[in-house]
Nanobody
Framework: QVQLVESGGGLVQAGGSLKLSCAAS????????MGWFRQAPGKEREFVAA????????RYTDSVKGRFTISRDNAKNTVYLQMNSLKPEDTAVYYC???????????WGQGTQVTVSS
């Protein structure tokens, strides 16, 4: 079973950038689709981005298109989320997820806090 550990969160000013990482244990990492969700205070958890096991296909929620980029390195068992032009509304706990497809999520990390100040 794959276990997921996020890192890279923190406090950044609006307009700044952060890069989240998610390190996965287990030898089956490369067979999983990977993704990121987020949950802001008082709001429901929402999908942010996903990438197929091969890395050839990605998808994003509309609010982050053009600003966020998801990528993965199967040799390092790691998935990344590069976040540019951050806005205060991006403030949330960001969760790494793994699943059989980019629409079916089975495993969740513990989350990492991202705070964007105005």
């Amino acid at each position: 079973q794959v276990q997921l550990v996020e890192s890279g969160g923190g406090l950044v000013q609006a307009g700044g950038s952060l890069k989240l990482s998610c390190a996965a244990s287990g030898r089956t990492f490369s067979t999983y689709a990977m993704g990121w969700f987020r949950q802001a205070p008082g709001k429901e958890r929402e999908f942010v981005a996903a990438i197929t096991w091969s890395g050839r296909s990605t998808r994003y929620t509309d609010s982050v298109k053009g600003r966020f980029t998801i990528s993965r390195d199967n040799a390092k068992n790691t998935v990344y989320l590069q976040m540019n032009s951050l806005k205060p509304e991006d403030t949330a706990v960001y969760y790494c997820v793994a699943g059989s497809t980019t629409y079916n999520w089975e495993l969740w990390g513990q989350g990492t806090q991202v705070t964007v100040s105005s």
